[in-house]
């Protein structure tokens, strides 16, 4: 897969299930289960990925170039049905972040308008 | 992330032992998706979809668990669905046909031969499509009232961390709130982002022809905002309205709106006159806003007094909290708790004893509904597998005689798995249609239940056969379809397909050899039946032990009514008193009245407790009973009889000596001798001049509802204290309690026009409206029970008669041999009872272990009460005896010659 990349920027808005899934990876490799349980701890099990969908968004990730699939991790050869891992490329992790900043920009605009509490924060 | 790993290897091991149901249907679900998206990552996404569902059950319960699955279920569909679509369209655009579009094509031919196949047989496909529809049809009707009480979240903002809070009375009760309790929580509660108070309030509405009781609420400023449902009209109630002395406003619900001022909008700033005060309109809450029970017309600010919020020991408001987002129930209560023993310490005089307890609001809105719903969804449950066994067996006669027909086909080159295909698509076919035709039942049979209901169903308006509700029935459906087309699936694509070709069939004693498939069916099915019966017979058990409950007074020709005395036109004591002595009276000269009387709370309603001191008992005794204030009338009316002493009289006045009556309980709990009558009682912290001298004793009556048995309870003349402003008329007749109706309004309209009075109800009926939930409980179940039964019957017959038919021969050899027609009518009827034997048996055992649901609901009978469990026994013993005589005679009665000359 060498084609070439559109810029990070060109991505945005980012479609919502794509970026949770880049903030649920950071910098691990996991399984689809493990992203899905990683993002869950990461917003207080308020948000949870479906696993219907996930799978489908996962391949087309990894075919946009934004996710590769990777060895497991050493420490991870238990029973089970196999699985594939994944783990965010340099150039996912570069969308995730002009999205990040993106809905930066968006709420600091949001606080300027007061629909966003100070607190919040 | 090392945690992961030890988690799944715990879920790895989950999810090879137990497969749960909602593991099948996400399975069935990602059908949708392409064949080779399933083979890359189906056993995975089963695997994160079965964690997920564990992990909200073990941390959120069962309802949050139902949630998750039904929505990665509709996601699993969705995103199936999407695949495909995208993956056609792949294959359109591209040269060569794809996999996917092999498939569909495949898939239209199955669909296209299956309606074919089934039109072609309506005597098959008819019974099998009414036995669906029923299965399908009453599962879909009770899910839908399950999904709207129980799983649907409450209408308003953040629904789910809404708690509704409690005090506990040192006695253990649950109880209102004082307003200077709910401003210590609100002030102190840091896991709480915000709370409100309510109460729910009768009114008397004057200005039209005749005076009406309506429902209100008396809210806090915010309320609305808090529920996040702002007036649509007008503004919502100030923080100064909070308390008294602001301009009287009111706020309309929008049904109140429609029906009284015909929706205009001119209504805001007109009058109406509450409790004899005008208020002004300065709002109409948005329609379909929903808060309480019984659709309160009007809203009220609190309006509080200054004796209101300042003392702590009276409890009248109903306390609505939100908690912080991420914060727990439990966290919450363990720090309201703290704020509540801070507060016995501040103010033990009022606070001593008090505790505080919460719950979601939800639990509080269901309140005990809940069980008797689950048990009916999975009653309805089990009636679907019969249903499905039965058509599955069906299914299998069907596939045996189409043998031949599946033989061709295999001869001719068509693969195994296209005749699996084949096969499932007819019944996938099958159960969607069962599925649409049980849809149109279901949609027809919620409106019926509710009315069984009676109105006594929280949340009922919320029931509709909608989204959630055609998804349940479509998964369902296709449930149905792949359960009912496995067995056939594999019997009928089994290798041994050169037999049917041969024509030949099974021959001799193979026969019985070769349906060990169908009878474990039909052992299944007598197994159900059993347990539905069993639940049906222990239901209607209980419900004849409460209809034979002895209530304490004589139900029959009386009726009853309500009447609350507004406080401005009756302001003192003597006046309320006079009031209900006089209607009393008044009734009483009637002919068609044998008596009358008035009472503070009427039996089996509720509850009014006091804490009583009685001297000479120890000192650190709490006596607490229940208190009623009764009219000289009340024992002579409701029949209640007088044990020792004497009852009350006009001469018991306010000016007269202090008297009380007690009931059976009473005398008991509180006198070792039982002897009441001569001694003294006061109230808890009552000086000691204020006793009172018990006079009789009478007999028990349910105070708290049937099931309850009879509290200690104290009656007193209402004419000796502070009566109520609010009491309960009861009124005998000579003949028919209902006609008396007229009469009772007539004479409280001579003694004062501008009185309503509502809930006019006869006692029976009150008897009767209490044991509604009881009583739809045993019409479903019975129902359901005799649905099984049915079912149940026509397997066995269906399994013998066709066993029957597959072995003339063996009949005809055998009588031909010598056997009597007896001989061979016994044997294929213990054939027959063999089975429903089994099935008795495993029924017995299934009852007995899932009897414990019902403990709950059950009143005076055990779950596994043996008398019950005889009886069903033997109904089902019956009922198989039937079932297996009718083809067993025909087997009786076959023709040797004859039946030698077929083969």
């Given at each position: 897969m060498n084609k070439k990349l559109p810029a990070p920027e060109a991505n945005l808005p980012l479609p919502a299930q794509l970026f949770h899934v880049l903030l649920g990876l950071g910098d691990d490799t996991l399984h689809g289960y493990g992203i899905i349980q990683a993002y869950e701890a990461l917003t207080g099990g308020r948000e949870t990925l479906l696993p219907g969908s996930l799978y489908g968004t996962l391949n087309r990730m990894v075919h946009a170039g934004l996710l590769e699939e990777a060895d497991p991790p050493p420490a991870q050869t238990s029973g089970g049905p196999p699985r594939r891992y994944y783990r965010a490329t340099a150039y996912g992790k570069a969308v995730a972040r002009a999205e990040s900043e993106r809905l930066e920009r968006l709420l600091a605009a949001a606080r300027a308008r007061k629909t966003v509490p100070e607190q919040s924060r | 992330m090392r945690l992961a790993g030890k988690e799944r290897n715990r879920e790895g091991g989950s999810r090879r032992s137990g497969r749960g149901l909602w593991t099948v249907l996400f399975r069935l679900a990602l059908l949708?998706?392409?064949?080779?998206?399933?083979?890359?990552?189906?056993?995975?996404?089963?695997?994160?979809?079965?964690?997920?569902?564990?992990?909200?059950?073990?941390?959120?319960?069962?309802?949050?668990?139902?949630?998750?699955?039904?929505?990665?279920?509709?996601?699993?569909?969705?995103?199936?669905?999407?695949?495909?679509?995208?993956?056609?369209?792949?294959?359109?655009?591209?040269?060569?046909?794809?996999?996917?579009?092999?498939?569909?094509?495949?898939?239209?031919?199955?669909?296209?031969?299956?309606?074919?196949?089934?039109?072609?047989?309506?005597?098959?496909?008819?019974?099998?499509?009414?036995?669906?529809?029923?299965?399908?049809?009453?599962?879909?009707?009770?899910?839908?009232?399950?999904?709207?009480?129980?799983?649907?979240?409450?209408?308003?903002?953040?629904?789910?961390?809404?708690?509704?809070?409690?005090?506990?009375?040192?006695?253990?009760?649950?109880?209102?709130?004082?307003?200077?309790?709910?401003?210590?929580?609100?002030?102190?509660?840091?896991?709480?982002?915000?709370?409100?108070?309510?109460?729910e309030t009768l009114l008397t509405l004057t200005g039209g022809e005749l005076p009406e009781a309506i429902w209100g609420v008396?809210?806090?400023?915010?309320?609305?905002?808090?529920?996040?449902?702002?007036?649509?009209?007008?503004?919502?109630?100030?923080?100064?309205?909070?308390?008294?002395?602001?301009?009287?406003?009111?706020?309309?619900?929008?049904?109140?709106?429609?029906?009284?001022?015909?929706?205009?909008?001119?209504?805001?700033g007109s009058t109406m006159v509450l409790d004899g005060v005008p208020r002004t309109i300065v709002g109409v809450l948005p329609r379909g806003f929903r808060f309480a029970e019984g659709d309160p017309e009007v809203w009220l600010p609190q309006e509080f007094t200054e004796r209101d919020v300042s003392l702590r020991g009276r409890h009248f408001l109903q306390v609505l909290t939100r908690l912080r987002p991420g914060t727990e129930l439990e966290t919450a209560l363990e720090e309201m708790r703290t704020i509540w023993s801070g507060l016995e310490e501040q103010y033990p005089e009022t606070n001593a004893g008090w505790s505080v307890t919460a719950f979601p609001l939800l639990q509080y809105v269901i309140g005990d509904a809940r069980t008797p719903l689950l048990v009916l969804l999975g009653s309805a449950g089990l009636v679907l597998?019969?249903?499905?066994?039965?058509?599955?067996?069906?299914?299998?006669?069907?596939?045996?005689?189409?043998?031949?027909?599946?033989?061709?086909?295999?001869?001719?080159?068509?693969?195994?798995?296209?005749?699996?295909?084949?096969?499932?698509?007819?019944?996938?076919?099958?159960?969607?249609?069962?599925?649409?035709?049980?849809?149109?039942?279901?949609?027809?049979?919620?409106?019926?239940?509710?009315?069984?209901?009676?109105?006594?169903?929280?949340?009922?308006?919320?029931?509709?056969?909608?989204?959630?509700v055609l998804l349940f029935a479509f998964i369902v459906s296709?449930?149905?379809?792949?359960?009912?087309?496995?067995?056939?699936?594999?019997?009928?694509?089994?290798?041994?397909?050169?037999?049917?070709?041969?024509?030949?069939?099974?021959?001799?004693?193979?026969?019985?050899?070769?349906?060990?498939?169908?009878?474990?069916?039909?052992?299944?099915?007598?197994?159900?039946?059993?347990?539905?019966?069993?639940?049906?017979?222990?239901?209607?058990?209980?419900f004849v032990r409460l209809t034979r409950v002895d209530l304490g007074f004589q139900k029959e020709n009386l009726l009853t009514g309500q009447i609350s005395l507004p406080a401005a036109r009756y302001q003192t004591a003597a006046e309320r008193a006079l009031f209900f002595q006089t209607i009393s009276d008044d009734l009483e000269r009637n002919v068609e009245v044998v008596a009358a009387a008035a009472v503070g709370v009427l039996p089996l309603t509720g509850s009014y407790t006091h804490v009583f001191d009685v001297p000479g008992a120890p000192e650190d005794a709490m006596w607490q009973a229940e208190d009623r204030l009764v009219t000289p009338g009340y024992f002579r009316t409701m029949r209640i009889p007088l044990l020792s002493g004497r009852g009350f009289q006009?001469?018991?006045?306010?000016?007269?000596?202090?008297?009380?009556?007690?009931?059976?309980?009473?005398?008991?709990?509180?006198?070792?001798?039982?002897?009441?009558?001569?001694?003294?009682?006061?109230?808890?912290?009552?000086?000691?001049?204020?006793?009172?001298?018990?006079?009789?004793?009478?007999?028990?009556?349910?105070?708290?509802?049937?099931?309850?048995?009879?509290?200690?309870?104290?009656?007193?003349?209402?004419?000796?204290?502070?009566?109520?402003?609010?009491?309960?008329?009861?009124?005998?007749?000579?003949?028919?309690?209902?006609?008396?109706?007229?009469?009772?309004?007539?004479?409280?309209?001579?003694?004062?026009?501008?009185?309503?009075?509502?809930?006019?109800?006869?006692?029976?009926?009150?008897?009767?409206?209490?044991?509604?939930?009881?009583?739809?409980?045993?019409?479903?179940?019975?129902?359901?029970g005799f649905i099984a039964v049915v079912l149940g019957a026509i397997g066995i017959f269906g399994v013998m008669s066709y066993s029957v038919s597959q072995r003339t021969t063996e009949m005809g050899v055998r009588i031909a041999l010598g056997g009597a027609p007896r001989d061979v009518l016994t044997m294929v009827v213990l054939q027959g009872m063999k089975l429903a034997a089994l099935g008795v048996v495993l029924g017995i055992v299934g009852s007995l272990a899932l009897g414990r649901i019902l403990t709950d609901v059950l009143f005076g009978v055990e779950p596994g009460d043996p008398v019950t469990l005889g009886a069903v026994t033997a109904l089902i013993a019956v009922v198989s005896l039937t079932a297996c005589l009718l083809p067993a005679r025909r087997a009786a009665a076959v023709d040797p010659a004859e039946s030698l000359r077929q083969d």
């Open positions: - | 949708t998706q392409p064949r080779d998206w399933r083979d890359r990552y189906g056993d995975e996404a089963t695997e994160a979809f079965a964690g997920g569902v564990a992990r909200r059950k073990s941390e959120a319960g069962s309802v949050a668990a139902l949630r998750y699955a039904l929505k990665a279920l509709v996601d699993a569909l969705e995103s199936g669905f999407r695949e495909r679509i995208t993956a056609s369209r792949r294959a359109a655009s591209g040269a060569k046909q794809s996999a996917v579009g092999r498939f569909l094509d495949t898939l239209r031919a199955d669909l296209r031969y299956a309606h074919r196949v089934l039109l072609k047989r309506p005597s098959f496909t008819l019974p099998v499509l009414i036995t669906l529809a029923l299965g399908i049809g009453a599962n879909t009707a009770i899910f839908s009232v399950v999904d709207a009480v129980i799983l649907k979240p409450l209408p308003y903002r953040d629904a789910e961390r809404l708690v509704q809070v409690r005090e506990i009375t040192p006695q253990g009760f649950g109880f209102t709130v004082s307003p200077p309790n709910f401003a210590s929580l609100r002030d102190q509660a840091r896991a709480l982002e915000d709370a409100t108070a309510y109460r008396r809210v806090s400023a915010g309320f609305f905002e808090f529920l996040g449902a702002p007036p649509a009209l007008g503004r919502s109630f100030l923080p100064e309205e909070d308390e008294a002395g602001a301009h009287p406003t009111v706020i309309l619900s929008h049904g109140a709106w429609q029906r009284r001022f015909g929706g205009s909008p001119a209504t805001l597998l019969i249903a499905c066994a039965n058509v599955a067996n069906l299914s299998l006669a069907r596939v045996e005689r189409r043998g031949r027909e599946l033989a061709i086909r295999s001869a001719l080159g068509g693969s195994r798995t296209r005749l699996i295909r084949q096969l499932l698509t007819e019944h996938l076919v099958l159960g969607i249609m069962g599925g649409v035709l049980g849809l149109g039942l279901a949609y027809l049979a919620v409106d019926r239940l509710l009315v069984l209901f009676q109105g006594q169903l929280p949340r009922a308006d919320a029931v509709a056969v909608n989204g959630a296709l449930g149905v379809g792949v359960l009912t087309g496995l067995a056939p699936v594999v019997q009928g694509t089994s290798p041994d397909l050169f037999g049917a070709l041969r024509g030949t069939g099974t021959r001799l004693g193979q026969a019985w050899a070769h349906g060990s498939v169908r009878r474990t069916f039909v052992i299944a099915e007598v197994a159900l039946a059993l347990m539905l019966v069993m639940g049906t017979g222990l239901m209607l058990n209980s006009q001469t018991d006045g306010v000016d007269a000596p202090l008297v009380a009556v007690v009931n059976e309980t009473f005398a008991h709990q509180l006198y070792q001798d039982g002897r009441a009558v001569g001694r003294r009682v006061k109230f808890k912290g009552a000086p000691d001049e204020e006793s009172w001298e018990i006079v009789g004793v009478v007999g028990n009556t349910r105070q708290f509802g049937v099931r309850t048995e009879s509290p200690a309870t104290l009656y007193r003349p209402h004419s000796q204290i502070n009566p109520p402003s609010s009491m309960a008329l009861v009124v005998r007749s000579a003949g028919s309690p209902r006609d008396l109706a007229t009469t009772l309004r007539e004479t409280v309209r001579t003694l004062d026009a501008a009185l309503p009075i509502y809930q006019l109800a006869t006692m029976e009926d009150r008897v009767s409206d209490s044991l509604t939930s009881e009583r739809v409980m045993l019409v479903l179940l019975g129902l359901f």
